[in-house]
Protein backbone atom coordinates (compact mmCIF):
# COMPACT_ATOMS: atom_id res chain seq x y z
CA UNK A 1 0.00 0.00 0.00
CA UNK A 2 1.15 3.51 -1.29
CA UNK A 3 1.81 6.62 1.33
CA UNK A 4 -0.74 9.07 0.85
CA UNK A 5 0.81 12.73 0.28
CA UNK A 6 -0.89 15.26 2.84
CA UNK A 7 -1.70 18.64 1.50
CA UNK A 8 -1.07 21.40 3.77
CA UNK A 9 -2.23 24.72 3.22
CA UNK A 10 -1.58 28.08 5.04
CA UNK A 11 -4.86 30.21 5.76
CA UNK A 12 -4.90 33.48 3.87
CA UNK A 13 -5.49 36.40 5.75
CA UNK A 14 -4.37 39.63 7.35
CA UNK A 15 -1.54 39.50 9.57
CA UNK A 16 -2.31 41.39 12.99
CA UNK A 17 0.02 44.30 12.73
CA UNK A 18 1.76 45.57 16.03
CA UNK A 19 1.91 48.88 16.95
CA UNK A 20 5.37 50.43 17.36
CA UNK A 21 6.82 52.32 20.45
CA UNK A 22 10.10 54.23 19.72
CA UNK A 23 11.65 55.09 22.51
CA UNK A 24 14.64 57.13 22.78
CA UNK A 25 16.19 57.17 26.32
CA UNK A 26 18.55 58.91 28.20
CA UNK A 27 19.72 55.82 30.31
CA UNK A 28 21.65 53.23 28.36
CA UNK A 29 20.30 50.20 31.40
CA UNK A 30 17.09 51.03 33.55
CA UNK A 31 14.68 52.65 30.46
CA UNK A 32 15.26 50.22 28.07
CA UNK A 33 15.28 47.40 30.79
CA UNK A 34 11.90 49.09 32.30
CA UNK A 35 10.28 49.82 28.55
CA UNK A 36 10.76 45.96 27.48
CA UNK A 37 8.51 44.28 30.18
CA UNK A 38 5.94 45.48 27.93
CA UNK A 39 6.51 43.77 24.81
CA UNK A 40 6.43 39.60 24.68
CA UNK A 41 5.48 37.38 21.67
CA UNK A 42 1.52 37.30 22.87
CA UNK A 43 1.67 40.83 22.97
CA UNK A 44 0.31 43.51 20.91
CA UNK A 45 2.46 46.32 20.79
CA UNK A 46 6.12 46.45 19.81
CA UNK A 47 8.86 48.22 21.63
CA UNK A 48 12.37 49.74 19.86
CA UNK A 49 14.30 51.29 22.52
CA UNK A 50 17.45 53.26 21.27
CA UNK A 51 19.48 53.32 24.18
CA UNK A 52 21.37 56.21 26.21
CA UNK A 53 25.39 56.25 25.40
CA UNK A 54 28.41 58.28 27.10
CA UNK A 55 26.43 61.25 25.31
CA UNK A 56 23.45 62.07 27.27
CA UNK A 57 22.58 65.70 26.81
CA UNK A 58 19.03 66.15 24.95
CA UNK A 59 20.36 67.00 21.92
CA UNK A 60 22.28 63.98 21.25
CA UNK A 61 19.18 61.94 22.32
CA UNK A 62 17.11 63.60 20.01
CA UNK A 63 20.26 62.93 17.12
CA UNK A 64 19.66 59.14 18.30
CA UNK A 65 15.82 58.78 17.50
CA UNK A 66 16.33 61.53 14.00
CA UNK A 67 19.10 58.98 12.76
CA UNK A 68 16.67 56.21 13.89
CA UNK A 69 13.46 57.62 12.18
CA UNK A 70 15.34 58.25 9.41
CA UNK A 71 16.03 54.42 8.73
CA UNK A 72 12.49 53.37 9.72
CA UNK A 73 9.59 55.29 9.09
CA UNK A 74 6.60 55.48 11.32
CA UNK A 75 2.93 53.68 10.86
CA UNK A 76 0.71 56.90 11.55
CA UNK A 77 -0.42 54.76 14.64
CA UNK A 78 2.83 54.22 15.76
CA UNK A 79 4.33 56.78 18.71
CA UNK A 80 7.91 58.15 19.20
CA UNK A 81 8.91 58.95 22.44
CA UNK A 82 11.85 60.66 23.83
CA UNK A 83 12.73 59.61 28.01
CA UNK A 84 14.76 62.18 29.01
CA UNK A 85 15.43 63.91 33.32
CA UNK A 86 15.41 67.21 33.76
CA UNK A 87 18.25 67.56 36.50
CA UNK A 88 20.63 69.53 35.19
CA UNK A 89 19.18 70.50 31.74
CA UNK A 90 18.50 73.92 30.58
CA UNK A 91 15.28 75.34 29.40
CA UNK A 92 16.57 75.60 26.26
CA UNK A 93 17.85 72.13 25.72
CA UNK A 94 14.63 70.61 26.84
CA UNK A 95 12.40 72.85 24.30
CA UNK A 96 14.27 71.57 21.13
CA UNK A 97 12.57 68.27 22.62
CA UNK A 98 9.33 69.68 22.76
CA UNK A 99 9.76 71.82 19.41
CA UNK A 100 10.44 68.39 17.77
CA UNK A 101 7.45 66.74 19.35
CA UNK A 102 5.02 69.51 18.28
CA UNK A 103 5.89 68.82 14.51
CA UNK A 104 4.17 65.41 13.96
CA UNK A 105 1.36 63.99 16.38
CA UNK A 106 2.70 60.87 17.46
CA UNK A 107 6.19 62.32 18.62
CA UNK A 108 6.45 63.07 22.46
CA UNK A 109 8.58 63.59 25.45
CA UNK A 110 8.61 62.32 29.11
CA UNK A 111 10.36 64.53 31.29
CA UNK A 112 11.32 63.14 35.17
CA UNK A 113 12.94 65.02 37.92
CA UNK A 114 14.55 64.23 39.42
CA UNK A 115 15.12 61.27 37.06
CA UNK A 116 13.83 58.26 35.73
CA UNK A 117 14.13 56.50 38.90
CA UNK A 118 11.67 58.81 40.80
CA UNK A 119 8.82 56.92 37.98
CA UNK A 120 10.25 53.28 39.73
CA UNK A 121 9.59 54.32 42.98
CA UNK A 122 5.74 55.69 42.29
CA UNK A 123 5.24 51.91 42.04
CA UNK A 124 5.62 51.45 45.55
CA UNK A 125 5.01 54.91 47.06
CA UNK A 126 3.77 58.26 46.57
CA UNK A 127 6.67 59.99 46.08
CA UNK A 128 6.27 63.21 48.29
CA UNK A 129 9.12 65.28 49.63
CA UNK A 130 11.90 64.17 47.03
CA UNK A 131 13.75 66.60 45.52
CA UNK A 132 16.97 65.12 44.49
CA UNK A 133 17.94 62.25 42.65
CA UNK A 134 20.27 60.96 45.97
CA UNK A 135 16.55 61.04 47.82
CA UNK A 136 15.27 59.04 45.30
CA UNK A 137 18.05 56.52 44.72
CA UNK A 138 17.82 55.89 49.09
CA UNK A 139 13.83 55.71 48.86
CA UNK A 140 13.97 53.18 45.53
CA UNK A 141 16.38 50.83 47.96
CA UNK A 142 13.66 50.23 50.38
CA UNK A 143 11.87 48.69 47.83
CA UNK A 144 14.26 47.17 45.58
CA UNK A 145 17.76 46.21 48.27
CA UNK A 146 20.52 46.07 46.07
CA UNK A 147 18.93 48.03 43.17
CA UNK A 148 21.60 48.69 40.23
CA UNK A 149 19.79 49.86 37.73
CA UNK A 150 18.57 46.93 36.54
CA UNK A 151 14.63 45.68 36.45
CA UNK A 152 13.04 42.52 38.20
CA UNK A 153 9.93 41.81 36.61
CA UNK A 154 8.19 40.24 38.85
CA UNK A 155 9.10 43.37 41.24
CA UNK A 156 6.75 45.87 38.20
CA UNK A 157 3.15 43.42 38.22
CA UNK A 158 0.28 45.39 36.31
CA UNK A 159 -1.53 46.40 39.23
CA UNK A 160 1.96 48.89 40.58
CA UNK A 161 1.97 50.08 37.22
CA UNK A 162 -1.39 51.15 37.13
CA UNK A 163 -0.93 52.78 40.47
CA UNK A 164 2.31 54.06 39.12
CA UNK A 165 0.05 55.98 36.41
CA UNK A 166 -2.40 57.30 38.91
CA UNK A 167 0.34 58.89 41.45
CA UNK A 168 1.99 60.29 38.36
CA UNK A 169 -1.20 61.93 37.91
CA UNK A 170 -1.86 63.10 40.95
CA UNK A 171 2.06 64.73 41.41
CA UNK A 172 1.83 66.34 38.27
CA UNK A 173 -1.55 68.10 38.91
CA UNK A 174 -0.58 69.14 42.50
CA UNK A 175 2.49 71.02 40.86
CA UNK A 176 4.86 69.36 42.49
CA UNK A 177 8.91 69.30 42.30
CA UNK A 178 9.31 66.04 41.67
CA UNK A 179 7.25 64.93 38.89
CA UNK A 180 7.17 62.40 35.73
CA UNK A 181 5.21 62.44 32.39
CA UNK A 182 6.52 58.27 31.67
CA UNK A 183 2.87 57.36 32.93
CA UNK A 184 1.56 59.47 29.72
CA UNK A 185 3.93 56.72 27.44
CA UNK A 186 3.10 53.35 29.60
CA UNK A 187 -1.00 54.60 29.49
CA UNK A 188 -0.31 54.88 25.92
CA UNK A 189 1.37 51.90 25.79
CA UNK A 190 -1.29 49.67 27.78
CA UNK A 191 -4.05 51.33 25.76
CA UNK A 192 -2.54 49.59 22.58
CA UNK A 193 -2.30 46.08 24.22
CA UNK A 194 -6.27 46.49 25.30
Same mark, same amino acid.
Given at each position: MGRRRRSFTRPYGLRSYKKLFVIATEGKKTEPAYFLLFEGDNRIVRIKCIKGDAKSAPAYVLKRMQNYLQEEALQKSDEAWIVVDQDQWEARQLQMLFDWAKQKSNRHVALSKPNFEYWLLLHFEDGTGLVFASDCAVRLKRY??????? #?? &?? /????????? =? #?? &?? /????????? =?????????????? =???
Open positions: LPGYDKS #ID &RN /KFPEEAIRE =A #IN &RA /KSRKKSGAQ =AFTDVYRLVENILK =AQE
